[in-house]
């Protein structure tokens, strides 16, 4: 039989609850405020408490913060006969299993007891996942070193060759497969790896900023150019730079490019003296360049300039055997991040997992698994807090009335409020989630009247 502790300064709720808790099969400890209860929760080691949190003396809060300081792991139910925001928020975040406001319905509390003891129950029968002997940092944010899948062991061994050596890199993968942590490992394990990395995104940038960014300027070579700078491939010396998103440059740009990689050096804009570049190029798309050549959009030149070697990442759902080993990973990553303790994996998670088919891959899983992790209640990552989102419809679709369906501002506006409360407005880990730049971010928090909660 499962013992609760209730603790409570009302002597008459104590009386209902025993009385209720004991019918259902429950052996109950009392305790008539909170130094009193931590000292039954050390003699009697209760499976579950029960806490109000107006109380003299220690209030509920304050004793849910003592018991969690305990080496074992007990639910807390805390109750409070006022609707607070902030007071149910702050419970929550310290680790209460459930925030119930008085008078509690006797369904409700028994169902919320029932919950919380097999949370209990579900964690003591897994194994934990997560070892706490933690990889380095730089470990941590490779999610690309994890998995089993051929293709990936195939590109790992490409990857012990040419990082030995400079010579250019095309890297081809959908969105959300790991590009940039491909041109990372490059960098890092070769020959480059005391040099610097200089990333660069061409999508979020005009031709003319373009230009600038990647060669510099001189002062006064355009308006508000107050002082010479210098461009990324100046910055990347001896080093790698890193061109993100190289299909949505100008044909201009691509010219100069070219010219930089045939010369081997580059001018600034505005500039008169040549600066040699040393630096080896690592190129990234997710699009198909060699159609894009037929449609005149892209120099073929170019092209085979910068493929002097190629890696074409799979997708997560031509790698569904690596998903176990991802998840794991995340929570390693995430746990650390977030300051959680979420170590096993529920029943049934890693098959569900499997049968979707992540149409934003491994970026998808992450945030799938980071989402989780935060509803978490317990050290388990529970199959009820994945939400997958369905991109290829349901059969409920068709049967939707057109009067249900929202706009696409709305949905987007959700979603990016969604993002920002679960990271807790850490803008710059929501722009990432979100795959958009903070620019971007602030300027759609501002467009949609965004707000951040209250903050405790």
């Known amino acids: 039989m499962e013992k609760i502790l209730v603790i409570d300064d009302d002597k008459i709720i104590r009386k209902l609850f025993k009385i209720a808790l ?34 003299p003396g220690m209030n509920g809060l304050e004793v849910l913060a003592e018991v969690r300081k305990l080496k074992f792991r007990v639910p807390v139910i805390m109750l409070t006969g006022f609707g607070d925001v902030v007071l149910t928020i702050k419970s929550i975040q310290q680790g209460a299993f459930e925030f119930l406001e008085k008078p509690v319905k006797p369904e409700v509390l028994q169902s919320t ?39 990936m062991k195939e590109i790992f061994k490409n990857i012990g060759l040419i990082s030995m050596n400079k010579v250019n890199v095309l890297i081809q993968g959908e969105t959300g497969t790991g590009k940039e942590l491909i041109a990372r490992l490059i960098h890092y394990s070769g020959i480059t790896s005391d040099k610097p990395l200089v990333v660069v995104n061409c999508s979020a940038l005009t031709e003319t900023l373009l230009e600038s960014e990647l060669f510099g300027h001189v002062k006064g070579s355009f308006t508000d150019s107050i002082r010479d700078k210098k461009g990324k491939f100046e910055l990347a010396g001896d080093g790698t730079i890193f061109l993100d998103e190289i299909s949505e440059i100008s044909l201009n740009t691509q010219v100069k490019l070219l010219r930089v990689i045939q010369e081997l050096e580059f001018e600034k804009v505005g500039g008169e003296q040549p600066i040699p570049m040393k630096a080896r190029i690592i190129a990234a798309t997710n699009k198909n360049l060699e159609e894009l050549i037929k449609q005149g959009k892209f120099r073929e030149d170019l092209y085979y300039r910068l493929k002097v070697f190629t890696i074409n990442l799979p997708s997560l759902k031509e790698r569904k055997e690596d998903i176990n080993d991802l998840v794991i990973h995340f929570l390693h990553k995430l746990n650390k991040r977030f300051n959680r303790n979420v170590t096993k994996i529920g029943d049934g998670v890693i098959e569900l997992l499997q049968k979707h088919d992540w149409p934003g891959n491994v970026r998808e899983l992450e945030n799938a698994v980071l989402q989780a992790i935060i509803m978490a209640k317990n050290d388990v990552l529970e199959k009820e807090h994945i939400i997958l989102n369905d991109r290829g419809g349901s059969e409920d679709d068709s049967e939707m009335h057109v009067n249900q369906l929202q706009t696409l501002s709305f949905v987007e506006r959700n979603h990016i409020k969604r993002v920002l409360d679960l990271v807790r407005w850490n803008k710059l880990e929501a722009s990432r989630i979100l ?7 602030n300027a759609k928090i501002e467009k949609y009247n965004l707000a951040q909660g209250p903050v405790v």
């Open 113 to 151: 007891i029932r919950k919380a003891l097999l949370s209990v129950s579900t964690s003591k029968n897994l194994t934990e996942v997560v070892s706490k002997n933690l990889p380095t940092e730089g470990m941590l944010e490779s999610n690309i070193l994890v998995g089993k899948a051929q293709q």
């Open 435 to 441: 795959d958009i730049t903070r620019p971007t971010l």
């Open 22 to 55: 004991v019918k259902a099969g429950y052996i109950v400890v009392e305790a008539e405020n909170g130094s009193d209860g931590l000292l039954q929760v050390h003699s009697e080691r209760p499976d579950l408490i029960i806490t109000d949190y107006q109380m």
